[in-house]
């Protein structure tokens, strides 16, 4: 045979690999090369077709969506007790973006019920959560507190009360009123702790005056701080605080020691 028979006989299964012998110059060749050489573009065909195979394979999968039909997938969340956690979405999502988390995953997971019906059940939780919060409306005790704070009246109150620097003028005034506070205990009155109460009063007009260094001013801050924690004092004993003492005039001894207590602020921390 040939070289351009030899070349012609395997090209059938073997396109564009010649064979190069440059160590033949005859123009025939031996049986044995032409043996090596057939085994040789066979070995290459085969290859060829190796490599081959899955690139179509993959092109035709491509093309009509995958040989594999996933339509009865399981939903991986189906056990989620969590609504949004089940729907892959946060808990300030919009009802446009719930109802397209639904959508997504339905049509995903559509060939399989227990999923399907786990995704209906998660959207139709939150959607009726969503409802009642609009019909219920919680209140934010901690915007409502942020309210308050910010207000004109609030802040005019807080602005009159300051630390004092000296932190022995804080000590000199708790004794005061602690003494106050247990002789009104120990030693009560038939009539009530009157003279401490008294002595409660004076001793929040001395204070106040060593502090602002005004007469007028300490009697008007002294006296205004005396009549009001008096009468939030009975407010709270008659209507939050339950008896704490027991006797004739424990509702007197009691009032009295609340009335300490915020006097005490007024003493320290009122400018």
Known sequence: MTTSGLAASPIKHCLHLPVQCPGLREKRVSASFLGRSRSHCAGATQNYRSRRMPIVKCAIEASFGGSTDDSAAIFPRINVKDPYKRLGINREASEDEIQAARNFLIQRYAGHKPSVDAIEAAHDKIIMQKFYDRKNPKIDINKKVREIKQSRAVHAVTSRFRTPASTKFIVKTSIAFIVLGALTVLFPTEEGPTLQVLISMITTVYFIHDRLKSKLRAFLYGAG?????????????????????????????????????????????LI
Request: hydrophobic share 55%; aromatic share 16%.
């Open 225 to 269: 701080a005396f009549i009001f924690s008096w009468l939030l004092g009975t407010f709270l004993m008659v209507s939050v605080v339950p008896p704490i003492l027991k006797g004739p005039t424990s509702l007197e001894v009691t009032t009295s020691l609340i009335t300490y207590v915020l006097l005490w602020v007024s003493s320290t921390y």
